[in-house]
């Protein structure tokens, strides 16, 4: 079964503040790890991919643990437009099928 | 800057219409998709192409068609409408034949089927 699990939120966050969600994966042969971005009624867009070493970007980081089998996304220094719902995207061994995450809400307050 | 657009923002259909989908990518992508998105879950494949004329199932093809006849264009087609297929829905396209990293989306289309 091919699953992309992920706490749905929402995460209540005040402004300047660092969060941290995680996302598991099951497949143990997945290739590629993405962050995707989806603003209320928007379509998703790529944030970062998530390379073995990490990935950093910005106020964005996010880090991939092949051994517990997931990876995270941490945003430090949140801002108001930070409000979005994150994605977890996985690439099965398929290079044609990308397996996606219900995705994890984040609501920055003032 | 890639663009993805579909022909609808929003729709609404009776049971058993016939409905077609259309979306159109101006970037000579190879891949395009088509996706649905569903209250608490993930985006769930319907079909793919990467290339004209050729099209693979994904995840849940029941109900659904596709016609890629040209390069830039792939319509999903509801072939009789039912309730359960009130959903948005997604399109995208990726520039690489064989490899799917990043995908561009259009801005998707809400389906209301009553």
């Known amino acids: 079964r091919k699953e992309v699990e992920q706490d749905p939120g929402p995460f209540n966050v005040p402004e300047g503040a660092t969060v941290a969600f995680n996302c598991t994966y099951s497949?143990?042969?997945?290739?590629?790890f993405f962050w995707y971005r989806q603003d209320c009624r928007k379509e998703p867009k790529l944030l970062m991919s998530?390379?073995?070493?990490?990935n950093e970007d910005g106020r964005f980081t996010a880090q991939l643990n092949r051994a517990s089998q997931y990876i995270s996304l941490l945003i430090r220094d949140s801002k108001l437009s930070d409000s979005a719902t994150y994605l977890c995207?996985?690439?099965?061994?398929?290079?044609?099928?990308?397996?996606w995450g219900a995705g994890t809400k984040l609501i920055i307050k003032p | 800057d890639v663009k993805v657009t579909q022909s609808s923002r929003y729709l609404v259909k009776r049971t058993g219409e016939k409905v077609f989908l259309e979306c159109v990518q101006d970037?000579?992508?190879?891949?395009m998709f088509w996706y649905r998105q569903d209250p608490g879950l993930g985006l769930r494949l319907i079909y793919f192409?990467?290339?004209?004329?050729?099209?693979e199932k994904g995840d849940i093809p029941e109900g659904y068609s596709v016609s890629r006849e040209k390069k830039e264009r792939f319509s999903l087609i509801l072939e009789s409408a039912s309730t359960n297929q009130t959903s948005m829905y997604l399109c995208?396209?990726?520039?690489?034949?064989?490899?799917?990293?990043?995908?561009?989306f259009g801005p998707g289309t809400r389906l209301t089927v009553l």
């Open positions: 995208a396209s990726s520039p690489t034949r064989g490899v799917v990293n990043e995908q561009f």
């Open positions: 497949n143990s042969a997945s290739q590629s």
């Open positions: 998530v390379y073995s070493s990490g």
């Open positions: 970037m000579d992508h190879e891949n």
């Open positions: 192409s990467y290339d004209v004329k050729m099209k």
């Open positions: 995207v996985v690439r099965w061994d398929s290079n044609y099928q990308l397996i």
